[in-house]
């Protein structure tokens, strides 16, 4: 759907004065805004392609992806009852949105913001929502007040009663008073990019970590956002009683129920904090268990919806959730994995990233991303079918930034669906970066060669051994075939002979039992 263009009088337009020059330039800008929400809606070359998740061989049974869409929001039921006696038969209603940008510049910044708003719509999607419209506007810088100015917003009221929204997002993270100033003029709910994503994470996350992790990141969240109704929030509560009645211990200024509110919600962010930091000696043993036994792990990385998943698949057959949805991983998950010549390692698969990524959560995650800064190799996954895929690299390594030891860990470029990829574009970025690898963890294309460079990559044991080991320790021998690498293997009449490298811990281990 398109909308008239804007008064060019309205006070938040960027016009100075009535020359035709200028009306006309004013005219231009809102064509390129129209066109680029006309694709947005199309679904042109969208974050989130449309259609259902194709699923391979090495994808498993993908028994959770039942459970997943079993949560979905139904289409065309309303929260809202005809009869009382649907009480107990009413679903969420889903809801309809409308979403909302902006940008400065000319045609290149539009079409940034293109991107921008069709990842906007495919979050808003994941989340179960309905995109019914969009609003892009191009501003100098965003409006203090009301984020769009006065005439744009007044527009977008209009827009939104048209199609019958009950939800406006806006590709940004709004300022509390610039929310509350829009919900007065439009009437319905406004929520920023930021709410969006961690309604998307609390959907989602399902280990005891992760839905800490989550919570934590919507409390921070929600914290400066508090907002009185009427004298709710200014209601005080006597100092021992807490508003019991009067007397002693009624009396004084007491607290509002929002400052109440805001002390509860202090108190469940230490109480998560605490309960994070104490699950963290467990994955840290997990870790000191791997380093001990010198097993290397291979972190995967990358934007969402970028095939990390599917790729961990194809190299493991671990048959994890694969989904066609932004965020659909987000408690990691480790798996064994070996090479060609019989090396054990591990592959991690991690949270993805997005462009402008809440800061909450980068933080609420930052025990998880552990185990990128721990890896002996990165796999930098890409989709390389999408429009801004340098966009994406570079989000990506602006969340990896922050992470502690990351500088150390060799990082492989993982340019995934080359089946539906423009090879021109993955040519361009070929020439960018250092070291790439072409693959369609769909089809198997570049699996095999792969699997060769992560085998070349991963750090070899360099303590040599050459000795006999007694037949009573075919513990050590196994761990030796598991974990270093052997040249020569002999059985004699004390023991085995083994010839080969292995890391320091265990060649002390061989040793001492060599006979």
Not at 442 to 462: M, N, S, V, Y
Request: glycine letters at 8%.
């Amino acid at each position: 759907m398109t909308h008239a263009p804007q008064d060019p009088t309205a006070p938040d337009t960027e016009h100075t004065d009535d020359t035709d020059g200028t009306v006309d330039a004013g005219r231009a800008a809102q064509a390129i805004a129209n066109d680029v929400v006309a694709r947005v809606l199309a679904r042109a070359g969208t974050a989130r392609a449309e259609g259902t998740t194709v699923h391979v061989a090495h994808d498993g049974e993908q028994l959770d992806l039942e459970e997943r869409t079993a949560l979905r929001r139904v289409a065309g039921l309303s929260t809202e009852l005809d009869d009382v006696t649907e009480v107990e038969y009413r679903q969420l209603r889903l809801e309809k949105v409308v979403l909302i940008g902006q940008y400065s510049g000319g045609e290149a910044a539009a079409a940034e913001a293109g991107v921008s708003l069709r990842e906007l719509a495919a979050l808003a999607e994941t989340a179960g929502s309905e995109v019914l419209d969009g609003l892009l506007q191009r501003r100098q810088k965003p409006d203090p007040g009301t984020y769009l100015g006065s005439g744009k917003a007044a527009e977008l009221a209009e827009l939104v009663r048209d199609v019958g929204a009950d939800t406006v997002v806006a590709d940004t993270e709004l300022a509390p008073s610039q929310r509350r100033a829009l919900e007065d003029i439009v009437k319905v709910k406004v929520i920023d990019r930021t709410a969006l994503i961690l309604d998307i994470f609390a959907q989602h996350a399902k280990s005891r970590e992760g839905k800490a992790q989550v919570e934590l990141a919507q409390l921070e969240y929600l914290l400066p956002r508090l907002r009185g109704w009427g004298d709710s929030m200014s209601r005080q509560a006597g100092g021992q009683v807490g508003g019991q009645g009067a007397g002693m211990g009624s009396r004084g200024p007491g607290e509002t129920k929002i400052e109440l509110d805001r002390r509860r919600i202090r108190n469940r962010m230490a109480k998560l904090r605490r309960e994070i930091k104490e699950m963290a000696p467990a994955r840290a043993t997990k870790r000191v268990e791997r380093k001990r036994h010198a097993i290397p792990n291979v972190a995967i990385a990358g934007y969402t919806n970028a095939g990390k998943s599917s790729l961990l698949n194809a190299l493991t057959d671990a048959g994890v959730l694969v989904e066609n949805a932004l965020f659909a991983t987000l408690d990691p998950t480790v798996r064994r994995a070996t090479t060609d010549d019989g090396r054990v390692y591990t592959l991690a698969d991690t949270v993805g990233f997005v462009r402008h990524l809440p800061h909450q959560l980068v933080e609420a995650f930052r025990s998880t991303l552990e185990e990128v800064g721990d890896a002996a190799l990165l796999l930098h996954v890409v989709d390389a079918s999408h429009p801004d895929p340098e966009g994406q690299i570079a989000a990506v390594r602006e969340v990896l930034a922050e992470i502690p030891g990351i500088d150390a860990v060799r990082e492989v470029v993982v340019l995934n669906k080359a089946d539906v990829a423009d090879p021109e574009v993955i040519g361009r970025i070929q020439r960018r970066e250092k070291r790439t690898v072409v693959v369609s963890a769909h089809t198997g294309e570049g699996i095999a060669e792969l699997r060769h460079l992560i085998a070349d990559e991963l750090p070899r044991p360099e303590v040599a051994i050459d000795l006999v080991v007694p037949y009573s320790r075919g513990d050590l021998v196994n761990r030796v075939h598991q974990f270093g690498e052997l040249d020569h293997e002999e059985h004699l009449a004390t023991g085995t002979l083994l010839r080969g490298r292995v890391d320091e811990a265990l060649a002390a281990e061989l040793q001492r039992a060599a006979v």
